[in-house]
Every structure is written in C-alpha cells, then in structure tokens.
C-alpha cells in the first residue's frame, strides 16, 4: 500500500545555488540555522501523494498509483540523510535523542489523532460493521506501535492484488517502515562514521557513503529474490524498501548526481517524471513489485530531486513549485492519512452512495480534514513549548503515552464488542448447522411454508452480515491476478461425479454451500474464480490491467477444463459486468454471445451446464439501512436494483444442454426487492449473498445437478 508523506523537516542541500533562501527564523536549540527549503521537492510530495489517493479512489484508472509510496521513501533518504551527515560533519555525531524527538513531534500527533478516530468509529455499529471488529482493532494496535508492515507480511496481505478485506488502517504500513528507517539509519551512519575516524583516517563522508550504498545494493538484491520467490509479504518487508532510501541518500550524498546545468536539469527532471507517469499508468497488480520494476519510479523520483536548476518557467523545477503544487505538498501527510479510513468507513455509512458524485464529494473531503489537520495538529504540535524547551526523552516518553492510550481505546471497543462478535458468530455457525425451518429461500418455495408464521428476527444480524462469507480465500482470484487457481473439495473416490463451480464473485458466493453439497451427495467440487470475470469469452470493456488479466484467467481455466475430467459444471455471474460490444449490437448482445461460446466448449463434450439468473444488486449495502431501520423500510424498488434482461436468461434460453435457475421471485415480488426473506439475511454487502442464505436454496440446487447427473 503506497506511503503516508512525511514532512521530514528543513529541506536542505549544500549548495546555495539549488536552494531559496527562507527569511531567517528565531532559532531553538533544536534548529542552530535557518533552514533552505526546497519547492520542487515539496512539489514531487504532491505528485506522490496525489498518485496515491487516485490510486486508492479510481484503481482501473491510474493502476500504477502505489508508486507513491517509491516516491516518498526516496524524498525521505534524500532528506534524512542529508540532515544526519551535516551534523555529522559539524559535531563529529548525531544527536539521537533529539533527532527522535524531532520525528515524534513531526509524525505522531496527526498519526495518533487518526488512528483515534479509527478506533472510535471501530465501537459504532452505525458507523461500521460489528464483524469488522476483530481485524480493525488488531491492525490499529499494529499502527499505533509501528509494524503494521510486518503484521501485514505476517498475514500474506496481497496488496496490489486488492486481497482481503482492508481495515481503515492498512495504509499505516508505509508508516510503520519509514518509522523503522528512522531508527535504523541514523545508527548506521554513526557507525559507519565511527569506522571512518577509526580506520580510514578520519572520512566520515566517505566511510557513510560505502556503508549506505552496500546497504542499499543488499537490499536491492534481496527486493528482487524475495519478489520473485514471495511477492505478497515482499512488499512490506522494512529490508527489502531499504534500497529505495538509499537511492535518495545517494543524492544527498554525492554532490555531483545534483545538475545544476540548465538544459542537463530541464532534461533529468522532465525525464524523471516521464518515468514516474509511465509507472503510474503502466504498471498494475500483475508487475512484479516491488522487485526491480520499482527501480523505474524510484530512480525517477531521484531524478527529479538531482535537478537543480530553477532558471525557466517551463523547467520542472519551476513547475512543481507553483502554488498548487505546494499547497498539497504541504497536506500530502495529513491527506494520506485521512483519504484510506474514509474510502473504507464511507460503504457502511447510512444513506452514502458510491457513485461518482459521492466519490468526487468524499475525495474533497479529504482535502478539507488534510488542511483542518495540517493547520490545527501537525503545525501547533511541532513548536510545542512544554516539549521543545525540554529533553527529549520528555517528548519520546509523552509519545509513549500517547501510543498506549490510543491502543486503549482500541482495546476497549474490542471489550465492548466482542461478546456480540462471539455471540453473533456462534449464532451463524448454529443456523448454517441447523436451520429452523421455513428459513431464507423456504419461505418462498416450499408449498409447506405459505402458511408460516414471519420471522421475528433477521439472522445473521445486520452488523454481522459481513463475516457471513465463504472460507477457502485462496480458491479466489483477485483482479489483477491471472493465475487460474483451482481448488478441489468434496469425494476422494475416483467414481465421484466430478462437478465444477466457475465464475466471479457471484459464483464464489456459493463456494461454502457447494462444499456442503457436495460432502452430502458424494460429489467431488472443483473451482475456479476470479474477482469481476465471468465465465465467458466476449473481452470485458474495462480498461487497463483487470480487463487484460480476465482475458488471461479465461484463457488458461479453458485449457485447464479441456484437460479435465467433468460430470457438470455450475457457473454463476454479475449481471452488471461491462462487455466489450465491438461487433454486437449492444454489450448485452456481446455477454449471451460469450456465455453461449464458453459453455459450448464443454456442452460440445457432453458436459451439462446449469445457470443461476443473478441476484439484485443493490446500490450500496442493505445491511446499513437494516441497522438503523425496520426490515419493511429497506425495500428497494424491483426496477432499481433487478436487471431485467440479465444475460446469463438469455444465453441460456432454449439450450437443451443448459439449465437456468430463476430465483427472482425469491428476492422479489412484483414491486420490490427485499433484503430480508424468510428471517435470513440475504445480503453481506451490496450485491453477495450471505452463506446462510445461500444454504436456504441448497436443496434446489443440488435437485438441478442431480437432475443433469442422473442424466
């Protein structure tokens, strides 16, 4: 997940003739000289932060946005180191008290008020989803201490291809790693000075710049082996960033890699930020990162830094020094901070949509906490009196306390909450065990039940719904994955009929009511999904990287079916997925052509088909109205969220080889969709199933595959 910014202080170089001049300031004993600010590093801040929020915001449309994060960590070697070697050089050490006290002030205050928020919103059920809880309060612990990273290493957290279910936090990693880097780097270069006044004649300079470039070309090595051999948690681990520090600090190093030359500095700073612009819309979750791929954003970061000539209006210095780009270079830490939590907490808000409108409304809402946050916490908490005219253990102490009592708050919504969570869990384990009856989907299509009286209850409860979901994540493909994963459940006796569940998120919904079917007939279940790609050959129209690896993921589960062994195969889809329509009349046209050309390469083998017409899509998540509202007021009207002529009807439509299953009117009466039947739940977020609903209908699909079993 890309980083947080960081203001990492006076921005400074050596030579007068890259840097303008502020008006001198009253010194405190931390600040011995009036600082050189930079204005286009302050700008490249703004390019990283903004690529990461789009990023975060509109994924399909800048699907390289997380080389921000490349960004940051080069902006934070270059300044960090350039800071440590002047007091090197000036006092022969680095003062390491003051230099965390300084990052604590800078850092913690906006960062502590954030994940308070976080842990506040964790205790409202109005705000967020009970089931959220236990991951919520695990990962602002992590945050509040520093090593979401490593949690998130631990865990496999699979960022760049948008796995799990992300917490308002998980952007804390980058934080967590910088946070590491400024302990650890500043130790290193101590010693590494050491060494030089004790063996090498007294070079520090040149005794630091050995120590961090082999630092750097050891991380660099062990970033592209771990990439390659474990991408997930590479992507978090503190060593394997560590080169991108460097190349930064090889800047602030290394007088010469700064070109003062007009038309050399006109060249290195466009051509760097050619390079970050080609990463940002270039690479996407299939790129092996970070690995060496990162070496493109991040040496064009460094380029970026290295031009130093400001002489033209139109030189890129000049341009990322202008007025916008430095307003939110001066927010960047404050909008990185603020801009994941609302994305998260927005879905499960009551009455908030995720159209376009709501998107655009909450990304300038982050603008305006950045600001509130730049110019009421981060400004006032760095020139604080009590701790500035004091030592600084006085700020690491207060810092520690301020640590441990967010992490209290955390804990306490896990008190708070968790006899509900526990309750609530072995409540959905019981009903999928044993279902009353006349429960979900029965209500509607058992004859017995016409006469039953209403559930008083709606299970599992709306604050629940979300941990109502199929397990086994590892048999689902992400979107920008195109690994066709295959998972095997069920039989093991070779005679099983061998049945297949294939599809997108709408057929891996069914995923653990299928393992109970098929435990129960005897069957053995194979499966293949993947995020937003159904079975079917027409190409998707969306752009970029997801529409590129569902072509792929298709391709190769076919080779994989013509290799296989079937007695059925079970497939179920969105109806909403954007077709491509070149050459059709319409994207309709184009999905009931590709459904009928993917099922007829197993239907051509004497493979059945069966089909499910697909269910509502609400605009956002019932479960908000429901924890607010009685059942009957959450209705939606039948014409908003059933797509009327679903595709997969139509393929389907009189094909001997096919069977559809129409579960409309169990969602539906002839004017509304209802997100309660039966007492059951139906839904675990906008548009998936819970599985207990799922199992309601269990006895109708296994009649349908017994039905094409039996021949």
Not at 284 to 303: E, K, S
Not at 534 to 551: H, I, K
Request: glycine content about 6%; hydrophobic content about 45%; overall charge negative.
């Amino acid at each position: 997940m890309p980083s947080a910014d960081h203001d990492l202080g006076p921005q400074r170089l050596n030579s007068p003739a890259t840097t303008v001049t502020r008006q001198p300031v009253e010194r405190s004993p931390e600040h011995a000289e009036p600082s050189r600010f930079i204005p286009h590093v302050q700008g490249l801040r703004a390019i990283a932060v903004l690529c990461v929020v789009l990023y975060h915001f509109w994924p399909a449309r800048f699907p390289g946005g997380y080389i921000g994060v490349d960004i940051f960590f080069v902006i934070s070697g270059f300044l960090i180191t350039a800071h440590l070697m002047r007091e090197l050089t000036a006092t022969g050490t680095v003062r390491l008290g003051q230099f965390w006290a300084r990052r604590a002030r800078r850092l913690l205050p906006a960062s502590l008020l954030v994940l308070l928020v976080c842990a506040v919103v964790v205790m409202s059920p109005y705000l967020m989803p009970t089931s959220a809880l236990p991951n919520e309060v695990r990962e602002i612990l992590a945050s509040t201490f520093y090593v979401e990273n490593w949690y998130l290493a631990l865990n496999s957290a699979d960022y760049l291809n948008h796995g799990g279910e992300p917490t308002t936090v998980q952007h804390y990693w980058s934080l967590s790693l910088e946070e590491q880097f400024y302990v650890m780097w500043p130790l290193i270069m101590l010693l590494a000075a050491w060494v030089g006044v004790r063996w090498l004649r007294g070079a520090r300079r040149r005794a630091v710049l050995l120590a961090l470039g082999a630092v750097s070309l050891a991380s660099f090595v062990f970033c592209v082996i771990f990439t390659i051999t474990d991408p997930a948690p590479a992507y978090f681990v503190t060593f394997g960033r560590m080169w991108q520090f460097g190349v930064g600090a090889m800047v602030a190093l290394i007088p010469m890699l700064r070109v003062r030359n007009a038309w050399g500095s006109f060249l290195l700073g466009w051509g760097g930020i050619l390079a970050l612009l080609a990463a940002a819309f270039g690479f996407d979750g299939q790129t092996p990162f970070p690995g060496y791929t990162a070496a493109l954003p991040t040496l064009g970061a460094a380029a970026v830094i290295a031009a130093s000539n400001t002489e033209r209006w139109w030189y890129p210095t000049r341009i990322l020094s202008l007025r916008p780009a430095q307003f939110v270079g001066d927010i960047s830490y404050s909008l990185y901070l603020w801009h994941w939590p609302l994305i998260v907490i927005a879905p499960s808000v009551p009455f908030w949509g995720l159209t376009i409108y709501h998107r655009v409304a909450l990304l300038g809402l982050c603008f305006v906490l950045a600001w509130l946050t730049k110019r009421f916490v981060e400004d006032p908490a760095r020139g604080w009196r009590v701790l500035t005219t004091r030592p600084a253990r006085v700020t690491l102490w207060s810092s520690l306390a301020a640590m441990v009592a967010v992490a209290l708050v955390a804990a306490t919504a896990w008190f708070v909450n968790a006899p509900l969570y526990s309750a609530a869990t072995r409540d959905i384990q019981q009903l999928q065990e044993d279902p009353p009856p006349c429960f979900g989907a029965a209500s509607v299509l058992d004859a017995s039940c016409a006469s039953a009286e209403p559930a008083d209850t709606i299970l599992p409860a709306p604050g629940f719904a979300g941990i109502d979901r199929p397990a086994d994540e590892q048999c689902f493909v992400q979107l920008t994955d195109a690994r066709p994963v295959s998972c095997t459940f069920g039989s093991d006796d070779p005679d099983a009929p061998r049945v297949a569940l294939i599809g997108d998120s709408h057929a891996y919904q069914l995923l653990s009511t299928f393992q109970r079917m098929a435990d129960e007939n005897g069957w053995q279940l194979v499966t293949w999904f993947k995020g937003a790609c159904p079975w079917n050959t027409t190409p998707l129209s969306t752009p970029g990287a997801f529409g590129e690896a569902c072509t792929q993921w298709r391709e190769r589960v076919q080779a994989a079916l013509s290799d296989s062994d079937l007695d059925a195969v079970f497939t179920a889809a969105i109806a909403t997925t954007p077709y491509a329509s070149a050459g059709f009349a319409s994207s309709h046209d184009a999905a009931v052509a590709g459904y009928r050309n993917a099922w007829s390469t197993v239907t051509d083998r004497g493979i059945p088909v069966i089909t499910v017409v697909d269910n509502p899509v609400w605009e956002t998540d019932p479960n908000k109205c429901l924890r607010t509202r009685d059942a009957a007021e959450c209705d939606a009207p039948r014409s908003e969220v059933l797509v009327a002529d679903d595709p997969l009807r139509d393929a389907a439509s009189g094909w001997d080889e096919v069977t559809l299953l129409d579960f409309t009117d169990v969602f539906c009466d002839d004017e509304v969709c209802k997100p309660v039947v039966g007492g059951a739940n139906v839904y675990r977020d906008q548009d998936h199933l819970t599985v207990t609903f799922a199992d309601s209908l269990a006895p109708w699909y296994a009649d349908a595959i017994r039905a094409r079993l039996a021949g």
